[in-house]
């Protein structure tokens, strides 16, 4: 109490008179290490280019925990204005009718120009509603990449496998030069999500979950199963290195060049060039040529920003300039050049390549162009309730089948069962 | 009670009054809370509630992975309790008949009270990282095929290693103090009596402790219960396939990671039905010892 | 008492075993924690210290960026004293007075009053917290350390310290009190909390130890960096590890473990005798 006493009688001394005027708009965000200081630089920036806002950024630890500091803040009146939600927890935020502002209706109330074809293709509707308004503002957007260990593949005598049928030829000879031939750092987003919007295969009843609650997963699937019955194979080969589910840990055996080939996130481009001290490369996700009509684009991973209800209409107004300040061409491509996230604007995307970026570095596009591949009738989005948890049980079962406790198919008719069960819960809950 | 007690009738109020609002406030209001909750399905945001009397309660009862957390909490937290009681009592014994050096040993062997589960649990993950942890190193180099990550076993290990590790250091002290109180002429009549130490120990010292470990049995059950919480949250954060999460871990996971807290609520309904029956357990039994 | 040199030989063995086996993680915390990142990163955990403490230790100290938030580790120690010392103190205060009403007077709400507070013993803070954090912020107390202290002083596990204790009290000494005209504070203040420094002291130890080590709520209910404990700090560190992203930064998770760790070990082993002696007689 007293030093918190303190601390604001010294800020009051410190602002004195010049910023008396600037209304306080807070942003609760989940991008630490090297991420959280593009996104202060960023913030610093906003708040240089006017004076009407001051922006305060608070990092409040991982994806899970920003959430849950945000549903426990809302629930006590509490909320910051702004809150950054990952995919996954886009269905809680966008199904409590009421808890956010629509971001195409802040922003028109608040006489910001908004057309939603400005957005590249692949980010378009993934926070939209079902009627295709923008509900959250894309923000860190990012894809399933290949990343490659140069030297290891030229030790080998490989190409870059564009599918899995290439992969499994690769992999025996990388097994030879002495290479795990590959890790992966998300199951449920990399190998299951992707993997149905990659195939264009439908992920879950009612239009992937866009029309309604109603619906059911359809992830037990014979090209799915098909497709973890190989990885399971290439794991006992010798050809998969399994690190459990950490994040860390995948890329970690990556870094150590223990292994050959790594599936990130496009947002790792901007760590793994501190951290790896080899020559590396990226490339798109492999698909399974003749499944489904491979390749399509794939699902935007990420997060987004959210305008938390109930603050005041000059609030909202910072709120608003400062989504417009973050989706200004210039500020888009200083966060797609230090951090890897793809642009999320087509005047961004251009700004990038007419500044040469992708000449000096052609793998930064490599995302994007990903993302801006051919779509299909699913690979739009999805939108499921409780699929926090449904990747919580995607995560169990994959140790279960890396371990070898269960077989592919019994671990996917657990998946389907709780997955659903979780989703009729889901739809109780939400849709009275 | 007390024979003598003072008659009044404002100062005892006064003197209970601070703790009965603290408790009031930020006990029974919240625990009220919580068991309303339980009865409902709410969305995350607080939006629209409903009703739904036990639903939640039949779904978390229903479901495998709470079936299965409880089973490895039961096993877990017997195994913790039983594992730290014996290497503490076993070390007590030999601190206790140790004369050179024994306040060294007592002060080298009771530090580890100190130590935050969180950061136990952060020591423990480093060591058994599988890119640079020794123990996890030096098991793989005997020939066990150890991988904590994937292997639900070599899990439960490790994070009941952790537990353990963190726990021997309370039990040493209560042990150790129950020892040096047993008078000196009870152990030197033992020692004519019985040569083997061994025996000794079984026939004489142990019935002598049976009180404290009794008694410490309950405090590391409720330990293993609840405060290895901040353990597992920095070591295995419940995996491989959710093998190593307790129920109070789960209660987090469902309830601020899922955002389902009438299905959350009615977990910790659930747990507090549990924690009773072993709180009115262990608080008979301390009672009773009292009027010895 | 006889013992063979065998037997002696054993113990020794035994014990400097069971010594080992406690220090030795934190030894390998402390030793890796003097090296640089990229060392560690490459070579595994090291048993000798190396050269790099000072700057480590320096870092996450003074440079807020070092611990990946807006705060410094000497502010997050900070933070945590503040946590420490104000549950101790709350809780002995509150517990103490307490006690007293229970043990010492007979008055009409004595039985559901105790059996209030015993009640708290039921529902730990973490099956409770989310309802908990929702009756702070409705109090405007998030970010303070109010709001971080008092829902944790809201248990009992104090007040039975302190009733077992005053039950052990003989008799006669209230009676000699009264006989010489001593009221109920009076008694309390002159009599009474002298007759309990030792036992104060001793709940006092045991306490900052718990408060310092809290995890779950301050990690929940700080929203505020400024408020971070070093506990949480630790826990921070943490996620980045796990997250990846960049050569991760196990020195410094080291050091802050550490720094976590030697003010409540100094505490308990500074004050051994006295907190022994609490924490057994709590238990009689």
């Not at chain 1, 009509?293 to 920003?305: E, M, N, R």
């Not at chain 2, 990550?149 to 439960?156: E, F, G, K, P, T």
Request: hydrophobic share 50%.
């Amino acid at each position: 109490m007293f030093r918190k006493t303190l601390m604001a009688a010294a800020a009051v001394f410190a602002l004195g008179n010049t910023a008396e005027a600037a209304t306080e708009i807070t942003w609760w965000h989940a991008m630490d290490g090297a991420l959280g200081g593009v996104v202060d630089q960023i913030t610093a920036d906003f708040n240089a280019s006017q004076s009407d806002y001051h922006l305060v950024a608070v990092n409040k630890g991982g994806y899970e925990d920003t959430m849950t500091a945000g549903i426990a803040a809302f629930r006590a009146k509490n909320q910051p204005n702004i809150i950054q939600i990952f995919d996954a927890g886009a269905a809680t935020i966008i199904n409590a009718k009421g808890a956010v502002k629509p971001v195409q209706d802040l922003l028109e109330e608040n006489n910001v120009k908004f057309d939603i074809n400005d957005y590249i293709p692949g980010v378009r509707y993934f926070y939209a509603d079902s009627d295709g308004k923008m509900i959250g503002m894309p923000f860190n957007s990012s894809t399933p990449l290949l990343y490659y260990n140069k030297e290891a593949l030229a030790k080998a005598g490989v190409d870059v496998p564009k599918t899995w049928q290439e992969f499994e030829e690769a992999a025996p000879k990388l097994k030879e030069a002495g290479y795990i031939a590959l890790a992966q750092s998300h199951s449920p987003w990399i190998f299951f999500e992707n993997f149905m919007s990659r195939h264009n295969l439908q992920m879950a009843t009612a239009n992937n979950g866009y029309d309604s609650t109603d619906v059911e997963i359809l992830y037990n699937n014979e090209a799915l199963k098909d497709h973890w019955q190989h990885v399971k194979d290439w794991k006992d080969a010798g050809y998969y290195g399994y690190y459990g589910r950490a994040w860390g840990a995948n890329q970690d055996a990556f870094v150590q060049q223990q292994v050959a080939m790594w599936i990130g996130s496009s947002g790792s481009f901007g760590g793994l060039r501190k951290s790896a001290q080899f020559d590396f490369g990226t490339s798109t996700l492999p698909y399974w040529k003749g499944v489904g009509d491979a390749p399509k684009s794939t699902f935007i991973g990420g997060a987004s920003l959210f305008a938390f209800s109930g603050h005041s209409a000059e609030e909202d107004a910072g709120v608003a300039a400062f989504f417009q300040f973050l989706t200004k061409p210039e500020t888009q491509y200083y966060w797609h050049k230090e951090t890897g996230y793809v642009p999320i604007t087509n005047a961004a995307y251009e700004l990038a390549k007419k500044d040469g970026y992708y000449k000096e570095s052609p793998d930064a596009e490599v995302g994007i162009q990903q993302l801006s591949e051919e779509g299909g009738d699913w690979t739009k989005g999805y939108r499921l309730g409780f699929y926090v948890q449904i990747r919580e049980v995607i995560y169990r079962e994959v140790d279960k089948i890396m371990n070898g406790e269960e077989t592919v198919d019994a671990a996917f008719n657990t998946i389907e069962e709780e997955a659903n069960g979780l989703l009729k819960r889901f739809n109780d809950t939400y849709s009275n | 009670m007390k024979r003598v007690q003072f008659e009044h009738s404002a100062v005892p109020y006064l003197f209970i009054a601070p703790q009965i609002l603290i408790i009031s406030i930020f006990f029974l209001w919240p625990a009220a809370q919580a068991v309303y909750q339980s009865f409902l399905l709410e969305d995350a945001f607080g939006m629209s509630s409903q009703f739904v009397w036990f639903r939640n309660f039949e779904d978390v009862l229903s479901s495998a992975s709470w079936s299965r957390s409880a089973i490895f909490t039961v096993i877990f937290s017997v195994l913790v309790a039983v594992i730290s009681i014996a290497i503490s009592l076993f070390l007590a014994v030999r601190a206790d008949e140790v004369i050179r050096g024994a306040k060294s040993y007592r002060t080298l062997l009771m530090w580890g009270y100190a130590i935050a589960p969180p950061v136990a649990g952060l020591l423990g993950n480093m060591m058994f990282n599988p890119l640079m942890g020794d123990l996890y190193k030096a098991f793989n180099s005997f020939g066990f095929e150890f991988n904590h990550i994937q292997n639900a076993n070599d899990a439960a290990f490790v994070v009941i290693l952790i537990a353990v590790w963190k726990q021997v250091s309370v039990n040493f002290i209560f042990f150790l103090s129950g020892l040096q109180g047993i008078p000196k002429s009870v152990q030197e009549a033992a020692t004519l009596d019985c040569k083997s130490a061994e025996r000794r120990f079984w026939t004489i010292t142990f019935p002598l402790l049976a009180p404290t470990t009794f008694f410490l049995l309950v405090i590391n059950l409720t330990y293993a219960f609840f405060e290895t919480f901040g353990i597992i949250d920095v070591s295995t954060k419940g995996s491989p396939g959710g093998a190593t999460a307790t129920l109070v871990y789960k209660v987090y996971v469902d309830g601020f990671i899922g955002a389902d807290l009438g299905g959350s609520s009615a977990q910790s309904v659930l747990l507090m039905i549990m924690v009773s029956v072993l709180t009115v357990f262990q608080f008979r039994f301390i009672e009773r010892k009292v009027h010895y | 008492m006889y013992q063979s040199k065998w037997r002696i030989f054993t113990n020794h063995t035994i014990l400097i075993l069971g010594a080992l086996f406690m220090i030795m993680p934190v030894w390998i915390a402390f030793a890796s924690s003097t090296h640089t990142r990229e060392f560690i990163f490459q070579n595994g955990l090291q048993f000798w210290p190396g050269g790099h403490m000072i700057d480590n230790y320096g870092a996450i100290l003074f440079d807020p960026s070092a611990t990946k938030g807006r705060v410094t580790a000497l502010e997050m120690l900070f933070n945590s004293m503040v946590l420490g010392l104000g549950f101790a103190i709350g809780k002995v205060i509150i517990s103490m007075m307490a006690a007293y009403a229970i043990v010492y007077f007979r008055f009409k709400l004595a039985v559901p009053l105790f059996w209030v507070i015993f009640s708290t013993l039921l529902l730990p803070l973490e099956v409770r917290i989310v309802p908990s954090y929702e009756v702070v912020a409705n109090l405007g107390m998030l970010n303070t350390y109010t709001g971080l202290i008092l829902p944790l002083i809201a248990s009992a596990t104090g007040t039975f310290f302190f009733r077992q204790f005053y039950r052990s009290v003989p008799d006669e000494l209230l009676e000699a009190a009264r006989l010489d005209g001593a009221g109920p504070i009076r008694f309390f203040i002159d009599i009474l909390v002298p007759l309990s420094v030792t036992m104060i002291a001793a709940i006092f130890i045991i306490m900052f130890v718990v408060g310092w080590n809290q995890y779950l709520w301050p990690l929940l209910m700080t929203t505020d960096d400024q408020l971070y404990t070093i506990v949480i700090g630790i826990k921070q560190v943490y996620n980045s590890l796990y997250e990846g992203g960049q050569i991760p930064q196990f020195p410094k998770a080291f050091a802050l473990t550490i720094m976590a760790t030697i003010p409540p070990v100094l505490v308990v082993v500074i004050f051994q005798r006295m907190f022994i002696k609490g924490l057994v007689e709590t238990e009689k």
